[in-house]
């Protein structure tokens, strides 16, 4: 059961436009969101996240947007640079088991190709 | 503050064989994750340690092990191994409190 989804594998966009990367969910007892980049041969690297009590977060050229009625998250960079190609994944803290410490549940991943 | 650390980054072993795989956290972390990146399943979590303890467990089969030692840094263990076992191994650690984890570079290991 996938609980955390990227419909889209991939993403190209030209440099200094937006980019926008898009997260489904289907557990609505997540309250906390993650992104994280990933670049080839590295280990994913923390970029912004979200709280449910918040619908925006924002952090520099990136911005996280949660519609809890929608199950849906989007991480937005602006401008795009070709140095953000990489990898996307969204996660979320899982609950099973009656904790969520330390199990972070990861959708696919997105690859995104920023062309200069 | 130095970043977390796995050795080795590369290892190749041998069906049946076993192997471990070791994680230095960030200093202070007291908690220590581990994943499984592989193409087809994505990253899985594995288990957790806080303070020798672990706290959560991920669904894999108990040819997976892992312990934490005095000093948080981590092990992990996967005895019989097969070929499905190729894979990325990410260590993460955090302070304890909430819910973001910071990875290592991982370990890339190749079973033949």
């Known amino acids: 059961d996938q609980q955390v989804k990227q419909n889209s594998p991939s993403l190209s966009v030209q440099e200094g436009r937006i980019s926008i990367l898009n997260c489904d969910y289907t557990?609505?007892?997540?309250?906390?969101f993650l992104w994280y980049k990933k670049y080839p041969a590295e280990g994913p690297t923390f970029l912004i996240s979200?709280?449910?009590?918040?619908d925006k977060n924002e952090d520099g050229r990136f911005t996280v947007f949660l519609n809890k009625s929608a199950k849906h998250l989007s991480l937005h960079i602006v401008p795009s640079q070709p140095g953000d190609s990489a990898v996307y994944f969204c996660a979320a803290p899982s609950l099973a088991g009656g904790t969520s410490y330390g199990k972070l549940t990861f959708g696919q991943g997105t690859i995104l190709t920023v062309h200069p | 503050k130095a970043g977390v650390t796995q050795t080795p980054r590369y290892l190749i072993k041998t069906r049946g064989q076993q192997v471990t795989l070791s994680c230095s956290p960030i200093?202070?972390?007291?908690?220590v994750s581990w994943y499984q990146q592989t193409p087809g399943q994505g990253l899985q979590f594995l288990f957790e340690?806080?303070?020798?303890?672990?706290?959560n467990k991920g669904n894999f089969p108990g040819r997976f092990s892992g312990r934490q030692f005095s000093n948080s840094r981590s092990e992990m263990n996967v005895s019989t191994l097969e070929l499905g076992d190729s894979a990325l191994y990410l260590c993460a650690s955090s302070p304890g409190q909430g819910f973001e984890q910071y990875f290592g570079p991982g370990t890339r290991l190749t079973v033949t």
């Open positions: 557990n609505s007892m997540f309250d906390y």
């Open positions: 979200i709280s449910s009590i918040k």
């Open positions: 200093s202070g972390h007291r908690s």
């Open positions: 340690y806080f303070s020798e303890t672990q706290r």
